[in-house]
């Protein structure tokens, strides 16, 4: 049996999965507010997952750069050490991944109903995919194409500098260089970076749908509200937003040469289907002169709130190898 997890900076998905090719089976799931332990052995302890003896395999996605074993977590106060979670295990087959690692792995077995399509383009099988995913925080990887199968590729990309293209765009890294200095792209695409751009669009006149942005639930009512068409305000934030996100799917994409696809994953993409459609592929083609290349990759925004942990499950099958 294998144990899974996902780690993120907002809950913790543990699940615990049979052995199965190349899809793991999930038996059971659990969701954890993450930073309601002080660190993953507590939280798994939590979860009745320690010392199981029917667990052989153990792989773990977590937020933040995996380095010689051990991670420190980018939006969690947690540092998670190889070594020390074998101890609080007892299963020696373990791996750290990075979370968006983990997702990346899914991507090869998720199934059609899984996955909305945005843009059909003309797949080629044999190429290089690209996985983006906001949520919490913004990540990003490359599916390397090597032989029969995909590599994930984990990469630090949300914290590159965001990449601003519009006069609505600048104006908006202006304020951020103003309110917390350097503009990486999670700030501006992610959980914070809606509400980043909700503050900004709304400024001081604030609509009834929004209140505090950064309340529990204000980045739903500002997206309910855009797609209601009721604030125009609202509007206009998730159509910067979009925008912003599409374009940065876009430079992923050359940068992978995704020619079998690109895949939108993370908790807030299908959150607003309907404003992605039509909107984020046009900022995702938007490349000249490499925009007929663009318009060939397949655009999908993964359905499954579950990947990331399903991924993760996967890449313990190579443990058992």
Not at 228 to 242: I, N, S
Not at 244 to 253: C, D, K, P, S, T
Request: glycine share 10%; charged share 20%; net charge negative.
């Amino acid at each position: 049996m294998i144990l899974a997890a996902d780690v993120g900076g907002s809950k913790t998905l543990v699940g615990r999965f049979a052995e199965a090719r190349p899809r793991p089976q999930l038996i059971d799931v659990q969701a954890l507010p993450t930073l309601d332990y002080d660190g993953l052995p507590a939280l798994l302890e939590a979860a009745g997952a320690l010392r199981d003896p029917e667990i052989t395999a153990v792989a773990l996605g977590i937020a933040g750069p995996i380095v010689d074993g051990e991670v420190t977590m980018t939006n969690v106060p947690w540092k998670v050490r190889a070594t020390e979670m074998v101890e609080a295990t007892g299963v020696t087959r373990l791996r750290l991944l990075n979370d968006l690692e983990a997702m990346a792995c899914a991507v090869p077995v998720l199934a059609p109903a899984e996955l909305h399509t945005l843009q059909r383009g003309r797949p080629q099988p044999t190429g290089n995919a690209a996985l983006i995913a906001a949520g919490t925080g913004l990540g990003e990887a490359i599916l390397h194409r090597v032989g029969e199968r995909w590599l994930p590729v984990p990469s630090e990309a949300g914290h590159a500098d965001f990449a601003a293209r519009t006069d609505d765009e600048l104006a908006l890294v202006r304020y951020l260089r103003d309110l917390v200095g350097r503009v990486d792209v999670e700030r501006v695409i992610s959980g914070i970076g809606l509400v980043h751009v909700a503050t900004f669009v709304h400024g001081a006149d604030r609509c009834e749908a929004s209140g505090v942005f950064d309340e529990p639930g204000g980045t739903a009512r500002v997206s309910e509200a855009a797609a209601a068409d009721t604030c125009p305000r609202c509007r206009a934030t998730l159509d910067l937003f979009v925008d912003a996100y599409g374009a940065e799917a876009g430079n992923l994409a050359l940068r992978a040469v995704a020619r079998a696809g690109v895949f939108v994953g993370g908790g807030i993409a299908p959150k607003i289907l309907p404003l992605l459609d039509g909107r984020f592929v046009r900022a995702f083609v938007d490349k000249a002169p490499m925009s007929r290349l663009l318009v060939d990759m397949p655009v999908h925004v993964i359905l499954n709130d579950q990947a990331a942990l399903v991924g993760a499950a996967v890449a313990g099958l190579d443990l058992l190898d």
